[in-house]
């Protein structure tokens, strides 16, 4: 169990979440190991899930489009679309729920995520900012096991950290 917890404030009525988690690792390899998708793949999921990529292109503009695949192998796939980048600083991405062709998923949230990566004393500081579209939006994911999936998800991180 990683020291550092993802720090998870839910504010509803600006429909927005607030993920703050620290990492023992340099900015540059913590930007890596959200923005390269064979490091994504080792850690994105929650497991026993885990992340597969379909196809990724890292750009302002790009997308990276992936399955969720469970234990039985039953794959619910996401993507996102990118935004503006600020190398090893930031960046804004489009996360929309899709089938295996990229088509978005109407009936569940789309959300807009802004992650930055801030050097501490000790490794690396991410706050993801998360915006929603309406309350109800931000409900439902919650509903859906967000809070517990992206805890997994940051202690997976740790863990590829700390087996480099």
Known sequence: MSKH?????????????????????????????????????????????????????????????????GPEGEKHWGKMIYGKIVPETSFVAQDVFCDENGTPNPALPGLDWTNEFAATANGTKVTGTILFASEEDLKKLLEMGFEEGITIAMNGLDEWLASR
């Open 5 to 69: 917890q993802v720090q998870i404030n839910k504010d509803l009525p600006n429909k927005k979440i607030v993920l703050t988690r620290e990492f023992d690792a340099s900015p540059a390899i913590v930007w890596q190991a959200y923005t390269d998708r064979h490091i994504l793949d080792q850690w994105w999921a929650p497991k026993p899930w885990k992340a597969e990529t379909k196809s990724m292109d890292f750009r302002e503009g790009g997308q990276w489009q992936y399955a969720m695949v």
